[in-house]
């Protein structure tokens, strides 16, 4: 009898991690120029969502921006363009980039304060001196070593 091969799904940016069937994802429209992963809140008008920046609380965060279940045309390097429609996820597993060292079951913390090549709302494991601020029912579900890729678990309050 030959041995059976499985392919593994590549642990993409954007992507869900682990599907569990209840995922929460809404459309929003991009208010700016936006990465995969970054965490935002509402925009100026209703269906417009915006990065995160230095006045932001953890409840004015409605999610990350993550790859549409149904279409992942976005290369991992793009831009999602202002005038996009970007998907943003509020529960599930996904594939976040992160700024540095994460511990699988830590806690989330989101920067919204950013100087030379920091992102705002970029994902992390600290505080960073007080430039990011825990996000609520959301913990890492991977660990990495430094920068990169990591599972994030979220379960955002409604």
Do not use: H
Not at 4 to 24: A, C, H, K, M, V
Not at 30 to 38: H, I, K, R, S
Not at 91 to 99: D, L, S
Not at 136 to 141: C, D, L, S, W
């Amino acid at each position: 009898m030959g041995q059976t091969n499985y392919l593994q799904p590549r642990f993409r940016l954007g992507i869900l991690g682990e599907y569990s069937g209840d995922e929460i994802i809404d459309s929003y429209v991009c208010d700016v120029d936006l990465t995969l992963t970054t965490a935002v809140v509402q925009g100026a008008d209703e269906p417009l969502c915006a990065p995160v920046d230095g006045l932001a609380t953890a409840a004015d965060i409605i999610g990350l921006t993550v790859l549409n279940i149904d279409c992942d045309y976005y290369d991992e390097t793009e831009t999602i363009e202002a005038g996009a429609s970007v998907s943003v996820a509020r529960k599930g597993c996904f594939v976040c980039t992160v700024e540095g060292a994460v511990t699988k079951g830590a806690p989330v913390f989101v920067r919204t304060t950013a100087a030379g090549a920091e992102v705002l709302g970029a994902l992390r494991g600290d505080a960073d001196g007080g430039d990011a601020i825990a996000l609520p029912g959301a913990q890492f579900g991977s660990s990495t070593t430094g920068a990169g890729l990591a599972l994030v678990r979220l379960n955002l309050p409604q």
